[in-house]
């Protein structure tokens, strides 16, 4: 066997992170004095999510979406025990893309969430209360599914550590994958200073956005002044 670099360290950290992220906002998010704290956490997830997105256009080579794109031919492939090659398998790759949809989905509904008590989203003001809480009662209701599709992700990962044999957390942790010597995988590439810049001011600029801080504030509500008499 043979090591060879498959996950750069961009893609390991947002994975880490995001994984940090999501098990805090489900442990604030039942928590009524850390609200404040689970919408910050949230935000943050936005930043995340725009990175990895770009990331996966001009990332490097197993990073991209075209390199694991579940097509119906690669997914046939494998089920027929005839797919090779280094990164995210086929199904693997449908998992990815499900838990980045359902992710970026929970955290825009909690951008525009309003609690009807103290806690308003902080893009709450673009849709109004009524709206707003209607997006808060979805955003509760699609976290459990989150979680199911975690719990799903997790289990597969346990999976192919003790019945296929195959290890897919110390690649995410070390960067390297463990492969046959006469495999013909290449390393993968990294895509460079210029592109990672790129990566992080779009995700910086996204994280401005998600912030909410341009919505002009509200005009001053009349103030009837009392008769003199």
């Excluded at 004095?33 to 910050?40: C, E, R, S, Y």
């Excluded at 089920?79 to 825009?108: C, D, I, M």
């Excluded at 849709?127 to 289990?155: E, M, N, P, S």
């Excluded at 995410?172 to 463990?178: D, L, Q, V």
């Amino acid at each position: 066997m043979q090591t060879v670099k498959v996950w750069d360290l961009p893609t390991r950290l947002f994975h880490w992170l995001l994984v940090v992220s999501i098990a805090a906002l489900f442990i604030t998010g039942k928590m009524d004095d850390a609200i404040a704290l689970h919408g910050k956490i949230g935000v943050f997830v936005v930043g995340l999510l725009v990175f990895r997105v770009l990331w996966g256009f001009i990332g490097s080579t197993y990073a991209r979406f075209l390199q694991f794109f579940p097509t119906p031919a690669r997914i046939l492939a494998y089920l027929k025990g005839e797919w090779r090659g280094l990164g995210h398998n086929p199904l693997g790759a449908l998992s990815v893309f499900a838990l980045l949809f359902l992710t970026a989905l929970q955290t825009g509904l909690g951008l525009f969430s309003f609690d009807e008590i103290s806690f308003h989203g902080p893009l709450s003001a673009l849709v109004g209360d009524d709206l707003a809480v209607r997006l808060t009662g979805w955003h509760q209701t699609l976290a459990y599914v989150l979680l199911a599709f975690i719990g799903l992700h997790v289990v597969s990962i346990v999976f192919y550590k003790f019945v296929q044999k195959h290890d897919l957390l110390r690649p995410m942790i070390t960067g390297r994958a463990e492969v046959p010597e006469n495999a013909s995988s290449l390393p993968a590439k990294d895509a460079g200073i210029p592109a990672l810049l790129l990566a992080l001011a779009v995700a910086a600029l996204a994280l401005w956005a998600a912030c909410g801080t341009w919505i002009p504030e509200p005009p001053p509500s009349a103030v009837m002044e009392t008769p003199a008499w």
